[in-house]
């Protein structure tokens, strides 16, 4: 495991973790993470990695600019892009020219957009794939609110145990929420991609965005759903924050507790030996 740091062309450094079993060749799976969230992703992605790293692959998760360790920075969509882009361009430097990429939520918007030559195929855990209604007075406070309207932009506070105290937002993080075109994400996009939704995915309209966009996706791609994310039930914030009802969430629970469905890591780890097979 090695804690690495890598220059964006605009002269942000990203920070990372790239860990590589020793039985790795050219394989590796690159993470995305949403916005207002790290490298661990709730600890999804650490439990992601280490099913993907068992079954041969190399895994670097960093943080975005403006998250976690990694160097500030107003969060919106372009930015973000040409992290993601240094990344992967990082990662084939380092001889792993054969990508899988993992991106959740709007982290998966991004990794689209980016559209790196070096991602031979996607995993996207929940991804946001068309335009969503928030209610901004129930997700930032008065004060924050003023802010964005009389100074453009405001800081919203870090919970986690990240060294990262607050996030910078301004009007355009709010649009970039708001206006996703799943047809802008995947235009261009040639590689398969599977999306995994879970329970609670129905209740935030996700998977109706997923639906709506669903004939834009390339050859080979499949939609899956899986079981919720462990400690998702404890932690459920539907798309960064966004209330949703004690009767949306009990809902989720039933559907999921009847269904007798896969469980992510599995489902990650099958499709990434299938488009991308670990060389040994």
């Given amino acids: 495991m090695s804690q690495i740091t890598i220059q964006t062309p ?3 450094f990203i920070s990372g973790t790239f860990t590589r079993p020793v039985d790795s060749r050219d394989a590796a799976v ?3 993470h949403t916005f207002l969230s790290d490298r661990h992703a709730s600890g999804m992605f650490d439990s992601l990695g280490r099913a993907l790293r068992r079954a041969g692959y190399a895994t670097l998760a960093f943080d975005f600019s403006g998250h976690g360790e990694s160097g500030d920075e107003i969060i919106t969509f372009d930015p973000l892009i040409e992290d993601f882009r240094a990344a992967s361009g990082w990662l084939a430097d380092q001889g792993f020219a054969r990508q899988i990429c993992v991106g959740h939520e709007f982290g998966a918007t991004v990794a689209l957009r980016a559209n790196p030559p070096s991602v031979q195929t996607y995993v996207l855990v929940s991804p946001v794939l068309g335009p969503l209604s928030y209610d901004w007075d129930l997700v930032f406070s ?8 009389r100074h453009g932009t405001t800081t919203v506070p870090d919970d986690s145990c990240s060294v990262r105290r607050h996030f910078t937002i ?3 993080t709010l649009a970039d929420m708001s206006m996703v075109s799943g047809e802008k994400a995947l235009r261009g996009v040639t590689a398969p991609i ?5 329970s609670f995915d129905e209740e935030t309209g996700l998977v109706d965005r997923t639906r709506d966009a669903f004939h834009l996706l390339p050859v080979g791609s499949l939609v899956e759903m899986t079981e919720p994310p462990a400690g998702i039930v404890d932690e459920y914030t539907p798309v960064d924050g966004v209330p949703v009802s004690d009767e949306a969430v009990a809902r989720a629970l039933r559907a999921s507790s009847a269904a007798s469905l896969p469980e992510l890591p599995d489902v990650a780890v099958q499709w990434a030996s299938r488009w991308v097979p670990v060389g040994r």
């Fill in 194 to 198: 599977l999306i995994t939704h879970d």
């Fill in 30 to 32: 690159i993470f995305s």
């Fill in 142 to 149: 008065d004060v924050q609110l003023s802010d964005l309207e």
């Fill in 10 to 12: 605009r002269g942000v």
């Fill in 170 to 172: 301004n009007k355009g």
